[in-house]
């Protein structure tokens, strides 16, 4: 067994490698960029070495760093994680020419199914069902045209070196086809240097099904059942589940010798995934289930095969690597209740899902009723440098049901801030009825998304409580439900002014602020008057600070009389900078802003009040 392993990656996948390794008593070593100098994982691993600026190709994707890095470590092993270079075949290559442990596939195997169209001839050959289509040689734009005619539109036209639904389009009718061709090769040109494409049939009702898969070097390959990734927006997964809602013994045997064939087809070894497409139109029917690509790594998902199987995937990728077969034979392995896990981004899913940056000055979950794979902590930066996944949500149960119930309130019970987060979304989604009904298909979101990414807000019970609470307990003394003396509280929360119904006697000195949580989504709420409005805001003097970030210059002191436009102080957010400046000509009321420290979006900063 290996003794030390060099984690090529970042984020959750990398602390999800560290905390398997550790468990096996083998010593951990983490590489990091600049912006990551304080990341989860450099503090969770034994050591950490620093490869390079922020950017991912002058970091994580130099190979020749990271292999200097194990060399001067002193690594055995390397595992790449998802992402960066784990299916980069030369990588792999030249981490086993430098005498070290490459904890994956063969080089050969990734470069067998790195190319779409070659992957489904070599599917072909070996028996497994490929998505109905044209994936030859001859790229006659004109010849493209006929073939899709032949195969009957809708069609999908697919770049054969692509990923990440880049130089994909979708073609409705024969008319729209050499328009889409060209813009799908300029794209996988400028993308992926490889502008052939390959035309499939365009499957109505796609549920994506996937099967998990586990090769080693002794020639045993197992699968671990199916994961249904259905739910998701822009071709990205958002929600995936096992095992797959609907799925029969018999269509889930024939697909699952489906993918162990495929994995024996590339001599295999190490974890894998053999990813369908299944047109649904009438259930899960196994002669209509096509391979339509195979991913030669440890796969985002993969926690939800782990909770239904009990299998530490990481474990056996290690075991594997180190030339141990795999634990467990098929018969040994069997599907025990449900998983579901949920993607949680640091995104403004109102805004267009926006990513979101900044310090998370709030990140809480409520561990004990599932699992959560994260790379982040409470007080920890989101860079805009990686992907903003921030963490995996993993509820497990006894049924689909109770799994989903779990996960939902996993997600409500969440608190996030003031990074924004998709989380509110996740919880609309878990409600729809089609995804209550095991019945999503790909489409789901783009038809019915708008629903599910409305800016939340926090119901008036919980505004009235939170307003309440910001009373000062004397004047609370006094507090009856339905007392005659109701009044409207203004409020200030994310940016407008709310009026909160309170009952009870008026507080003259409320607190300056407070957090209100409620179903994964967090609001600051501040008195009107603390945030500097003066009854209707329009005159309003407040400087607010309009996003995280760090007073960087103050310019002008208390008491100082300024001019309209004057620049008052210079923030730094989100890497840029950004003057405030006064809204009309008076005196500098109040200051609190000081040069150097960090503020909360919406920190009072300022205070103008007109000139006489
Ligand atoms: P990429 O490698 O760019 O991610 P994939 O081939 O994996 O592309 O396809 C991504 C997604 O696109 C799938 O999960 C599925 O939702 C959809 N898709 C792919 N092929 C088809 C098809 N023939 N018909 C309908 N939808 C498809």
Redesign the pocket.
């Known amino acids: 067994m290996i003794t030390s392993l060099l984690i090529a990656n970042r984020g959750e996948i990398a602390c999800r490698i560290i905390r398997t390794a550790r468990e096996m008593g083998i010593r951990t070593i983490a590489v990091y960029s600049d912006a990551d100098a304080k990341a989860l994982h450099v503090r969770e691993a034994d050591e950490a070495v620093h490869i390079g600026p922020s950017p991912a190709r002058e970091s994580y994707l130099v190979g020749e760093k990271i292999i200097a890095a194990a060399k001067t470590t002193g690594a055995q092993a390397i595992h790449p994680g998802y992402g960066f270079l784990s299916e980069n075949a030369e990588f792999a290559q030249a981490v086993t020419d430098a005498g070290l442990v490459w904890v994956g596939p063969k080089p050969s195997s990734i470069t067998a199914m790195g190319l779409?169209d070659a992957a489904k001839k070599l599917m072909t050959d070996a028996g497994v069902p490929v998505?109905p289509?044209y994936m030859g040689e001859n790229q006659d734009p004109a010849f493209l045209a006929e073939q899709a005619a032949k195969i009957g539109y809708?069609?999908?036209i697919?770049?054969v070196a692509?990923?990440?639904?880049?130089?994909?389009r979708?073609v409705d009718a024969a008319g729209d086809f050499i328009d889409a061709l060209a813009s799908c090769q300029r794209e996988a040109a400028a993308s992926f240097g490889n502008d052939h494409m390959l035309i499939?049939?365009?499957?109505?009702t796609?549920r994506?099904i996937e099967v998990q898969v586990f090769g080693d070097t002794h020639g045993h390959v197992v699968h671990l059942f199916e994961r249904d990734?259905?739910l998701?927006r822009r071709?990205?997964?958002v929600i995936e589940e096992a095992p797959a809602p609907g799925m029969d013994e018999a269509t889930r045997e024939a697909l699952c010798a489906a993918a162990v064939r495929a994995a024996q087809a590339v001599d295999y070894v190490g974890a894998g995934t053999i990813?369908f497409?299944a047109d649904a139109s009438e259930g899960l029917r196994a002669d209509r289930i096509?391979f339509?690509?195979m991913n030669t790594r440890l796969q985002v998902e993969h926690p939800v095969t782990e909770e239904i199987t009990g299998v530490d995937l990481v474990e056996w990728q290690l075991r594997v690597a180190s030339g141990e077969p795999i634990p467990l034979t098929q018969d040994q392995l069997a599907i025990n209740g449900w998983a579901m896990e949920a993607r949680l981004y640091a995104e403004d899913p109102a805004k267009g899902f926006l990513p979101s940056i900044g310090t998370l000055e709030l990140f809480q979950f409520p561990e004990h009723l599932g699992r959560i794979d994260t790379g982040v902590y409470e007080g920890a930066e989101v860079s805009p440098f990686y992907d903003p996944m921030i963490a995996k949500v993993i509820a497990y149960g006894e049924d689909r049901e109770e799994a989903r119930e779990m996960l939902s309130e996993m997600l409500e019970d969440s608190a996030i801030w003031p990074v924004k987060s998709n989380s509110a979304f996740l919880i609309a989604a878990l409600d729809h009825p089609d995804f209550v009904a095991g019945t999503v298909d790909?489409?789901l979101i783009g038809r019915d998304g708008e629903a599910m990414t409305a800016a939340p807000m926090p119901s008036d019970h919980a505004l009235t409580d939170a307003a309440m609470a910001l009373v000062p307990r004397s004047l609370q003394a006094g507090f009856r439900l339905n007392a005659p003396d109701v009044r409207i509280a203004p409020f200030l929360l994310d940016g407008k002014r709310v009026d909160v119904t309170l009952h009870g006697p008026g507080a003259e000195e409320p607190a300056p602020a407070m957090l209100v949580a409620e179903s994964g989504a967090v609001w600051q709420l501040t008195p009107w008057r603390a945030a500097g409005g003066t009854g209707g805001g329009a005159s309003d003097g407040a400087i607010l600070s309009p996003m995280p970030g760090k007073v960087i210059a103050v310019e002008v002191a208390a008491g100082d009389k300024v001019i309209k436009g004057q620049k008052l102080l210079t923030l730094e957010a989100m890497k840029m900078e950004h003057s405030l400046t006064a809204p009309f000509d008076g005196v500098v009321a109040q200051l609190n802003a000081i040069a150097g420290a960090q503020v909360q979006v919406e920190a009072l900063l300022a205070k103008i009040e007109a000139a006489e």
């Open positions: 779409k998505t289509g809708p069609v999908l697919k770049a692509g990923g990440g639904g880049k130089g994909m979708k499939e049939k365009y499957i109505l796609p994506h990734c259905s998701q071709h990205q997964k990813e497409i096509w339509m690509e790909t489409g």
